[in-house]
């Protein structure tokens, strides 16, 4: 109790808004769409999940399922999607990886969220795969996984990294394997297409589909995360040339050029 006094005191405006949303939710309701941001890590859902949460009829949490347990799986789902929110509450939601929950590969996860009636999928996804395996490369030899603040631009020298042709095809296969299964996976529920380029190019008219999708009006994304690895892949792989040689005439070449 007193440490969440000396909490509350420390941060006075989220306590009393947090203490508002639990009084809102309290004399709330569960008539809501239930959705979730699918993805693979580096792919921008950080970037979505601050513009959904900018709009104020769209509840959005986190990683809810990444270190659940199997046993309080189900659980976790109906407190995620059957909990009262406040009125003003037309759509809830998370983001779930592909492979969540990390300690479990039982399958029950999908299995609770299939129970789900009309549970909407937003699939993001990154076209350029090859951007994806090597920032993930980078975010994990840095610890860097999600910028928020504007800061002295990183050297690209300081984030090159040396991946070989085979961690690289590995790493495209795996995640074409995994987009692949979820659209299976999801294929008989309202599921929504996003590309990180166009959120990136295209903002608002990209936001605007997925607010349609979600039921709620349109409204001008407001995002805090910034791009961590903007600078072309030349400057980023240390070994760029040689894999620019072995995937001659392939779909990677032209994603080492883009």
Avoid at 35 to 57: K, Q, Y
Avoid at 113 to 136: C, E, G, K
Avoid at 213 to 241: C, H, I, M, W
Wanted: proline share 6%; with cysteine.
């Amino acid at each position: 109790m007193v440490a969440t006094f000396r909490k509350a005191v420390r941060h006075p405006i989220r306590a009393a808004s947090e203490a508002g949303f639990l009084i809102a939710s309290a004399a709330g309701q569960r008539d809501y769409v239930p959705f979730i941001v699918l993805a693979h890590a580096r792919t921008g859902s950080n970037m979505l999940l601050s513009m959904l949460r900018s709009h104020p009829r769209l509840y959005v949490q986190g990683e809810v399922f990444a270190q659940v347990e199997p046993d309080v799986i189900h659980a976790t789902v109906v407190r995620t999607f059957r909990r009262r929110l406040p009125r003003r509450v037309a759509a809830a939601g998370c983001k779930v990886f592909y492979y969540h929950p990390l300690r479990d590969r039982s399958g029950v996860l999908w299995r609770e969220l299939d129970a789900l009636p009309d549970l909407h999928v937003v699939h993001l996804r990154r076209r350029n795969i090859l951007r994806t395996v090597v920032s993930r490369e980078i975010a994990a030899q840095r610890d860097e996984w999600l910028q928020t603040r504007p800061q002295e631009a990183v050297p690209a020298e300081l984030k090159q990294v040396s991946m070989s042709a085979e961690q690289i095809r590995a790493g495209v296969e795996r995640i074409q394997r995994l987009e692949s299964e979820a659209v299976d996976r999801f294929s008989t529920r309202p599921l929504l297409e996003v590309s990180y380029e166009e959120l990136v190019s295209s903002p608002t008219d990209e936001f605007g589909r997925i607010t349609a999708f979600l039921g709620v009006s349109a409204a001008d994304p407001k995002g805090t995360t910034l791009r961590q690895n903007p600078e072309p892949l030349s400057l980023l792989l240390v070994n760029y040339d040689e894999l620019k040689d072995v995937f001659g005439g392939t779909p990677i070449e032209a994603w080492l050029d883009s």
